[in-house]
């Protein structure tokens, strides 16, 4: 099952993708209809806002007085916590139903306004945010809801602006067009990205890279990877002892393979090969198959063990490597990167180097740049710099 968090500011067109995708197969679950439903009235939740902030948040009908109940809580930090503490866990509960009631394979999105607001991005495969001018979502406001100017400004600012989302998004669906422009993107997205990204879920397959070479530089690499590593820390919690942006994308300005390195430190191999495999799994990190070791530094020094995981993503090939965290292999990848970070010659010389050996090679790509002499070289100018700076993982 392909967990999708759907979010995007008030009269950005949220809605229109969220029926679009439905159209397409998906199964849609709305936060703000969840929410109403878990203090509908008769129900527990209802029963214990009044206990908390007595029947005058009631209406005629006997159903919430939602303006009322704003009136008492907006106001009051700790009577809003009180109302969360009632609701947040109900709306959970029944978000958690809601999903498990869908087929094995299904692409479940939910529709969630604050989703950014309150740091849920890290519990779905992907977020999608729709983005829409400021001043197209007042018109829109306006004409759709009948809603006056000052009364859709405060409603924009109350929410995360356009930077925040952008942030946590894996995609943006700009809206600033046709209906069926939307519709487009929507479906480009759910043939090309969303259905293979769940078949390759459920299958448990890693997505290889299209390009093996140093093709470019792209700005937004650091970005990603905090968003793949608030996913590996949703997932894996204490078990992951640090978790570090590595490789060739985490050098400012060198150009790379589009693949992310990710490296995770844990307490054993041992705790590697348990349940960290399924749940690395389900939230999106397959198990490459076969033996992955690290060739060591000096040569001769003995084979380091890692474990390697990659993406389910077809738009976001990843490299995870697991370590134990103070082993050889741990230790030498945050010294290279630092190291290279810190020395704009032997970075440049670096990617002279993968160049090189993408020509004399086409098919292997980079892949054979860990063997290559220059490494053993570097190896000694990096533990040099170490000693020199006081240098510590």
């Not at 018109?139 to 409603?155: I, N, Y």
């Not at 191999?269 to 939230?283: C, E, I």
């Not at 630092?338 to 670096?350: I, S």
Request: proline share 5%; aromatic share 4%.
């Amino acid at each position: 099952m392909l967990r999708v968090g759907l979010t995007g500011g008030i009269g950005s067109g949220k809605s229109a993708v969220a029926a679009r995708l439905v159209e397409r197969g998906a199964v849609l679950i709305d936060a703000d209809q969840v929410a109403r439903e878990v203090v509908a009235p008769g129900t527990e939740g209802l029963a214990d806002i009044v206990a908390a902030f007595s029947d005058a948040v009631l209406g005629d009908d006997g159903a919430l007085d939602r303006v009322a109940l704003g009136a008492v809580v907006f106001a009051d930090e700790k009577a809003r916590r009180r109302l969360e503490s009632i609701t947040h866990p109900r709306v959970r509960a029944r978000t958690a139903e809601l999903a498990a009631a869908a087929a094995p394979g299904a692409i479940v999105v939910n529709d969630v306004p604050l989703l950014v607001e309150v740091g849920l991005a890290p519990t779905y495969h992907l977020v999608i945010v729709v983005q829409t001018a400021v001043t197209t979502r007042l018109e829109r406001l306006a004409r759709d809801r009948g809603m006056g100017r000052a009364e859709a400004e405060r409603r924009i600012a109350a929410q995360a602006d356009d930077a925040r989302r952008r942030a946590a998004a894996d995609v943006v669906l700009t809206n600033d067009g046709s209906l069926a422009d939307l519709h487009d993107a929507v479906d480009e997205l759910w043939r090309h990205r969303l259905v293979p990204y769940e078949d390759n879920l459920r299958e448990r397959r890693v997505v290889l890279p299209d390009r093996v070479d140093p093709a470019g530089t792209d700005a937004s690499w650091p970005e990603q990877y905090e968003r793949l590593a608030a996913r590996i820390r949703h997932t894996l919690g204490s078990d992951a002892l640090r978790i570090d942006h590595i490789g060739s994308t985490a050098l400012p300005g060198l150009a790379a393979q589009d693949v992310i390195d990710v490296q995770v430190a844990v307490r054993s191999l041992a705790d590697a090969d348990g349940a960290l495999v399924d749940r690395l799994a389900h939230a999106g990190f397959p198990r490459v198959p076969g033996h992955w070791w690290d060739v060591p530094r000096p040569a001769g020094s003995g084979r380091w063990e890692k474990r390697l995981h990659g993406s389910a993503d077809p738009a976001r090939p990843v490299r995870l490597h697991v370590r134990v965290a103070g082993s050889p292999g741990w230790r030498y990848a945050l010294l290279m990167r630092d190291h290279l970070r810190a020395d704009p010659d032997q970075r440049a010389a670096y990617l002279l180097l993968k160049r090189d050996l993408v020509d004399a090679a086409p098919e292997a790509g980079d892949s054979g740049t860990a063997r290559d002499p220059w490494f053993d070289e570097e190896y000694l100018r990096a533990e040099q710099w170490a000693e020199q700076t006081g240098w510590r993982p």
